[in-house]
């Protein structure tokens, strides 16, 4: 069993950076296909970015690219998202995923994810 918890989160003001974090417990290795998504006050939860399980692929909702970066540490059983250029828009509940299993997958749906963390909450005010 996989366990993940997400950190980082706060009240921060527009044009701010935070950099979330995604610890796993219950595996030795991050190489696994990991992502983050978000869920604002109504409405449905949505992809922000995530990576295959080779690092060999990134990719990112439209929203976020150029302002956020997912990045992984091995050595930490870590996965990141520093997000900078905040905007209020970006106020959510955020939540990292990752698959059980090496294997690709469609990184955009939350359905192909098998562990979920808590969620942090990420408020940015304008």
């Known amino acids: 069993q996989v366990h993940l918890v997400e950190s980082g989160g706060g009240l921060v003001q527009a044009g701010d950076s935070l950099r979330l974090s995604c610890a796993a417990s219950?595996?030795?290795?991050?190489?696994?296909?990991t992502g983050w998504f978000r869920q604002a006050p109504g409405k449905e939860r949505e992809f922000v970015a995530a990576?295959?399980?080779?690092?060999?692929?990134?990719d990112y909702a439209d929203s976020v690219k150029g302002r956020f970066t997912i990045s992984r540490d091995n050595a930490k059983n870590t996965v990141y998202l520093q997000m900078n250029t905040l905007k209020p828009d970006d106020t959510a509940v955020y939540y990292c995923?990752?698959?059980?299993?090496?294997?690709?997958?469609?990184?955009?749906?939350?359905?192909?994810?098998?562990?979920w963390g808590q969620g942090t909450q990420v408020t940015v005010s304008s």
């Open positions: 995923a990752t698959k059980s299993i090496r294997i690709t997958i469609n990184l955009r749906d939350l359905s192909n994810y098998d562990y």
């Open positions: 990576i295959s399980w080779t690092g060999g692929n990134i």
């Open positions: 219950g595996r030795s290795s991050v190489n696994y296909a």
